[in-house]
């Protein structure tokens, strides 16, 4: 309301859907999301949640509640991070520099990288199809 801009967006990238599948994260000062327990075996992929929808409704409702403020008068993105920066954070930590912990991850144990890419895809398809039922005229994946 206070400026004329082109579109609005809502931001639930990074750390929404590690949480909802169980992550624990932390935003630390200069560093950003952190992740307290970072994947590191096959068996963490494992125990991820993949029934989330539920523990977005926050996000979703945000998007429609905003979408109904909005007045139609600028359009509304959708957000999410993609697989490849989700995993990444999830399995480094927190904010990728080389992707070392991740690289060696693919090499070794590729089956189970493929399993991690795999769950966060779904995860993340279904995140986008609520946003956009909740209001988001536009979706961007990061």
Known sequence: ??????????????????????????????????FTKPLSTD??????????ADKLNKVYDAVFLTRFRLNGTVPLFGFTGG????????????SPDKCTKTKKWIFQRPESFKKLISILTK???????????AGAQIVQVF
């Not at 639930?12 to 599948?21: C, N, R, T």
């Not at 068996?43 to 989330?52: P, Y």
């Not at 995860?123 to 039922?133: G, K, L, S």
């Open 1 to 34: 309301r206070k400026f004329d801009l082109d579109a609005s967006i809502i931001f639930s990238d990074i750390i929404i859907i590690p949480q909802a599948m169980g992550m624990e994260v932390e935003l630390l000062p200069s560093v950003g999301p952190s």
């Open 43 to 52: 068996e963490d992929v494992d125990n991820l949640s993949t029934d989330i």
């Open 83 to 94: 697989p490849w920066t989700l995993a990444t954070y999830m399995i480094e930590g927190s």
């Open 123 to 133: 995860a993340i398809i279904e995140h986008m199809v609520n946003q956009i039922r």
